[in-house]
């Protein structure tokens, strides 16, 4: 082959190197974005061939780099891009946002109020949502509430439930607040007002037009009287419930308006009255309301006895009554006997019923369930009256007995034919000693909860209770003198799995519940150590224990052995009692 020839040859080669190397430059430049590939020859003095053959091997070795660099970057590009990719494909999806506004709502009604605070401040939609959904509102009811009501129900618009409180010492909003109230919260099923002192007759009247599916209204230390009221009465014919506290514009004596029926008295289930001084202007309620299960009176002036009667007489599905510091006697009693349903009576500090009225309630009214006495340490209510209640009211699930002096003949028939009763609680008692509380013990089989306080037991009641009331899984014992953390530490052991209260406080006025709805407790609260006895042994042992006439030896030993250690502990209990709040709520 001529050198010509060669030349020839060379320049196709290098030309053919050239443009492969632009090809895989500008493809690599097209993926990295890099520089365009130069390729400079310098011969340097060599000759054509020489330079020839140099620029060719040159040409090649760097056609060879370039294109291993060009794959591998093309390679590293393409893991790139898979690996981007799958980070995109990771990245989990805003589920939140494709959830309905319905279900969203669903979740903001299950937290509380400051959660949802929170919640509306993450973004628009949250926001709004939140406020569509909140039924529940409760607004600090000063006098510049006017100004955002517009603003306040343009974001909640669903409101159903609302709160009016205003502090005792600022100006209360007005008729004009609670006008346009109404008309943004046409749906509003309650209300409750406290010291709206401004409220007239005149916007009560207004609201009761705008809000006529009203439910339940309560209102306390408010200023409007009898017209406003009525006002309700005579349009809201949903109403339900109606509680009325410290009403003070319903005129004193007899010049005052009767408030109802009304047209709410053909729904009215639920009549409470409480510091009134002419409640028994709300007869004529209370006479017309034929679907009433409740009456509450609480601290209302006048005499009861006779209205009484009269409601007796034409409602006769009542089911509840409470009468607190009222003036009624066993007149009232005998007239409440006529409500054969009646279920639940409270009496607490009605010195004139005794046990005359008592006996009639109980000889009637045999589906009783809860008995809640304040004897108010008049001891007109005492064993007689107690025994009617055990002999006919054999469905009696609770009793509570405060400053009453029950014996053990009572109570002892009590807890034979009382075989439902579940809640017990005995508060300033001088009668109910150790045989009591061993008799109750015994006989008790279903009681859950007992409450003795002020009343003079000791440590022996310990022993009865370790092996009777089989049910029995709460126990409180508060200023009773007699009880130390000794005997409590010892029934601990003995039943592991029964909640122990001790409470060593100074004595207070005497207050006990024993129902379920959780009254606050303050006392202290002992930790079980050792498990229950069985309900077997129990049973076997009971007769042994109560009829033990003191304490027993083994009883004594086993109390020696326990004392020591728990000395200094008991004594820092007491001490730490005396620091919290006393309270005799059981």
């Not at 494709?98 to 009604?109: G, H, M, V, Y």
């Not at 929170?118 to 509102?137: A, M, T």
């Not at 009637?364 to 064993?383: A, P």
Request: proline share 3%; net charge positive; aromatic share 4%.
């Amino acid at each position: 082959m001529t050198m010509t020839q060669k030349r020839a040859d060379n320049r196709g080669t290098w030309g053919k190197t050239v443009a492969s190397i632009s090809t895989v430059g500008s493809r690599s430049g097209e993926a990295l974005a890099g520089p365009s590939i130069v390729i400079r020859s310098s011969l340097m003095g060599q000759t054509a061939s020489t330079a020839a053959v140099s620029s060719r091997r040159d040409s090649n070795h760097s056609h060879r780099c370039r294109s291993r660099s060009a794959a591998i970057l093309s390679t590293m590009h393409a893991k790139e891009n898979d690996s981007f990719h799958y980070v995109v494909d990771c990245v989990p999806s805003d589920y939140i946002s494709n959830l309905p506004d319905e279900c969203l709502a669903c979740i903001f009604q299950s937290l509380g109020s400051g959660d949802r605070k929170r919640c509306s401040l993450v973004c628009r939609r949250w926001l709004q949502v939140e406020g569509q959904s909140r039924h529940r509102l409760s607004l600090n009811a000063q006098s510049d509430l006017l100004l955002v009501i517009p603003s306040i129900f343009s974001r909640f618009d669903a409101v159903t439930k609302l709160a009016l409180k205003c502090d005792r010492k600022s100006n209360s909003i007005g008729d004009d607040a609670l006008i346009l109230i109404s008309l943004r919260c046409r749906n509003l099923t309650r209300l409750k007002l406290r010291a709206c002192r401004e409220l007239t007759d005149a916007g009560m009247a207004i609201f009761a037009k705008n809000c006529k599916g009203l439910k339940k209204l309560s209102c306390g230390s408010c200023t409007f009287g009898a017209k406003g009221m009525n006002a309700v009465l005579d349009n809201c014919s949903s109403l339900e419930e109606l509680s009325v506290k410290r009403l003070r514009g319903i005129t004193d004596g007899a010049v005052a308006e009767p408030i109802g029926p009304g047209v709410a008295a053909s729904s009215l289930k639920t009549i409470c009255l409480k510091d009134l001084y002419n409640g028994q202007c709300f007869g004529p309620l209370i006479i017309g309301s034929k679907k009433l299960r409740t009456v509450k009176l609480f601290r209302c002036s006048g005499d009861w006895d006779k209205l009484l009667e009269v409601i007796a007489n034409r409602v006769t599905g009542i089911v509840e009554i409470h009468l607190e510091k009222l003036q009624v006697s066993d007149t009232g009693l005998a007239a409440i006997s006529n409500c054969l349903y009646l279920e639940v009576l409270h009496l607490v500090k009605t010195p004139e019923c005794t046990n005359l009225g008592l006996k009639s309630m109980a000889e009637h009214c045999k589906l009783l369930r809860k008995l809640h006495i304040d004897g108010w340490k008049t001891n007109r209510i005492s064993d007689d009256g107690l025994i009617a209640v055990a002999k006919h009211c054999p469905n009696l699930q609770e009793l509570v007995l405060i400053s009453v002096n029950p014996t053990r003949l009572s109570l002892e028939l009590l807890a034979t034919n009382c075989l439902n009763l579940e809640r017990l609680a005995l508060c300033g008692s001088e009668t109910v000693g150790d045989a009591e509380i061993s008799c109750i013990a015994a006989k008790c089989i279903s009681l859950k909860k007992l409450c003795i306080k002020s009343c003079p037991v000791s440590d022996q009641v310990m022993e009865a209770l370790a092996v009777g009331c089989p049910n029995l899984v709460k126990v409180k014992m508060k200023k009773c003198r007699g009880v130390t953390c000794e005997g409590a530490d010892w029934l601990r052991r003995n039943r592991g799995s029964l909640a122990i209260n001790l409470d060593s406080c100074e004595p207070e006025h005497q207050e006990a519940s024993v129902s379920d709805s959780g009254a606050q407790e303050n006392g202290l609260e002992l930790p079980p150590v050792a498990p229950q006895v069985s309900a077997a042994n129990a049973a076997g042992n009971t007769a042994s224990a109560v009829n033990s006439g003191g304490r027993s030896m083994s009883f004594r030993a086993r109390l020696g052995l326990i004392a020591g250690k728990n000395l200094v502990v008991c004594t820092l209990r007491r001490w730490s009692s005396f620091s919290g709040s006393s309270s005799y709520n059981c």
